[in-house]
């Protein structure tokens, strides 16, 4: 159980333009997801705190206009990051909080060039 | 908030060794948790180990909560072992589930 599938694994975008990354539950229902980022060699930091229908929580500098989190069903939450520049190029992952215990999803490595 | 320190940062094994990941943390913690993040990325939860002695296997886990630290420890290491190794934690007096502090890691190599 507690299967959660995140799509794409890996995109390179041109920098001006946006990207949309997709977590999706597939045997459960998340009511809470959060978005990390990860650089190369670091450890994760959390960027948001989503709950089903309602707007996400920023942690403190993660720009809300640049991150847009939409957590519109119980099956699926989406992080796109809007105007894209390099300095985004990192590794994203979701992790859906499946009422018992935390799950990942595999991670998207975001490329900006 | 809370802070989560790991050693060693790196730690390159033979195959077959034993190794002990230490974790300690500056305050109480309400939810400590082992992770294992595979050379693709994929994290995987090991173990949550609030306090005491778990094991699974080759490895296991023991939390001394009111010393603030933490141990994994890997028997007989395995090439498949090697990625990196992550404790995290809620802040003390938190929900059962929330925003967990990750340490910076332990980057283990296990060599043929």
């Known amino acids: 159980g507690a299967v959660v599938s995140q799509h794409p694994s890996r995109v390179i975008c041109k920098s001006g333009t946006s990207v949309k990354i997709e977590c999706r539950s597939l045997?459960?229902?998340?009511?809470?997801m959060f978005w990390y980022r990860q650089f190369p060699k670091k450890s994760l930091m959390l960027m948001a705190t989503?709950?089903?229908?309602?707007?996400?929580?920023?942690e403190q500098g993660v720009e809300k206009d640049k991150f847009l989190i939409n957590h519109a069903s119980l099956t699926l939450s989406t992080l796109t990051v809007t105007s894209a520049h390099p300095e985004d190029s990192s590794f994203y992952i979701c992790?859906?909080?499946?009422?018992?215990?935390?799950?990942f999803g595999s991670g998207t490595r975001l490329t900006v060039v | 908030g809370i802070q989560v320190e790991q050693s060693p940062p790196d730690l390159i094994l033979q195959e077959g060794a034993n190794s002990t990941l230490r974790c300690n943390f500056s305050?109480?913690?309400?939810?400590l948790q082992w992770f294992h993040q595979n050379p693709w990325g994929q994290l995987i939860n090991l173990f949550y180990?609030?306090?005491g002695t778990k094991q699974n296997g080759r490895l296991s886990a023991t939390t001394v909560a009111t010393e603030r630290y933490s141990l994994l420890y890997i028997s007989s290491s395995q090439t498949t072992d090697s990625g990196v190794y992550f404790c995290?934690?809620?802040?003390?007096?938190?929900?059962?589930?929330?925003?967990?502090?990750f340490g910076q890691g332990t980057i283990l190599t296990v060599h043929p």
């Open positions: 992790a859906p909080w499946t009422g018992y215990g935390y799950t």
């Open positions: 045997d459960f229902q998340a009511t809470t």
């Open positions: 989503s709950n089903e229908g309602s707007k996400a929580t920023y």
């Open positions: 305050d109480s913690v309400n939810n």
């Open positions: 180990i609030p306090s």
């Open positions: 995290a934690s809620l802040p003390p007096g938190g929900t059962s589930y929330g925003k967990l502090t």
